[in-house]
């Protein structure tokens, strides 16, 4: 039987899937700009680092509000979104306590994701979400390591 804390890690990771999964997939990418595969060729950047130094410009010109609010949200909200899916993976599944173990599931479920964003519409492939996006499951990682090595073990 499981304990309560563990029933508790298991409750508090299914609200974070679904208001994560609200968050990568509620609204649509943009209108059609022809046809479906054109769409999908617009919303796909496999260019490292291409648009992070486009919203490291914008946050250093600070010429339009706007794009600097964006920017902030877009760098900042693809670390933070996936911090917990880093706590959450080693909490809940043991084998995921390597890091050796963890990351290439983290970047698997990443990618995953942003493949279904792309081809749903619902958001763009981008090679530099997949960077932050695995930037913040790897804090996430830290934080549960430093968590674990405080309270003496990895039990969730």
Same mark, same amino acid.
């Given at each position: 039987?499981?304990?309560?804390?563990?029933?508790?890690?298991?409750?508090?990771?299914?609200?974070?899937?679904?208001?994560?999964?609200?968050?990568?997939?509620?609204?649509?990418?943009?209108?059609?700009?022809?046809?479906?595969?054109?769409?999908?060729?617009?919303?796909?950047? =496999?260019?490292? &680092? +291409? #648009?992070? $130094?486009?919203?490291?410009? /914008?946050?250093?010109?600070?010429? @339009?509000?706007?794009?600097?609010?964006?920017?902030?949200?877009?760098?900042?909200?693809?670390?933070?979104?996936?911090?917990?899916?880093?706590?959450?993976?080693?909490?809940?599944?043991?084998?995921?306590?390597?890091?050796?173990?963890?990351?290439?599931?983290?970047?698997?479920?990443?990618?995953?994701?942003? =493949?279904?964003? &792309? +081809? #749903?519409? $619902?958001?763009?492939?981008? /090679?530099?979400?997949?960077?932050? @996006?695995?930037?913040?499951?790897?804090?996430?990682?830290?934080?549960?390591?430093?968590?674990?090595?405080?309270?003496?073990?990895?039990?969730?």
């Amino acid at each position: 039987m499981k304990s309560k804390k563990s029933r508790l890690m298991q409750g508090a990771f299914a609200l974070y899937s679904m208001a994560a999964f609200c968050l990568l997939f509620s609204r649509p990418t943009s209108a059609l700009l022809g046809t479906y595969w054109e769409t999908l060729r617009y919303n796909l950047n =496999v260019i490292p &680092l +291409f #648009t992070i $130094r486009i919203y490291l410009h /914008i946050l250093n010109r600070r010429s @339009n509000p706007y794009l600097v609010r964006h920017a902030y949200v877009n760098l900042l909200g693809n670390v933070l979104l996936f911090v917990p899916l880093g706590f959450f993976l080693p909490a809940l599944f043991p084998r995921q306590r390597s890091f050796r173990r963890f990351f290439p599931w983290l970047c698997l479920i990443i990618l995953l994701i942003e =493949v279904l964003q &792309l +081809f #749903t519409l $619902r958001g763009s492939c981008d /090679i530099d979400d997949f960077l932050l @996006n695995c930037v913040g499951g790897c804090m996430g990682y830290g934080i549960r390591t430093i968590f674990s090595i405080k309270k003496g073990s990895w039990e969730a």
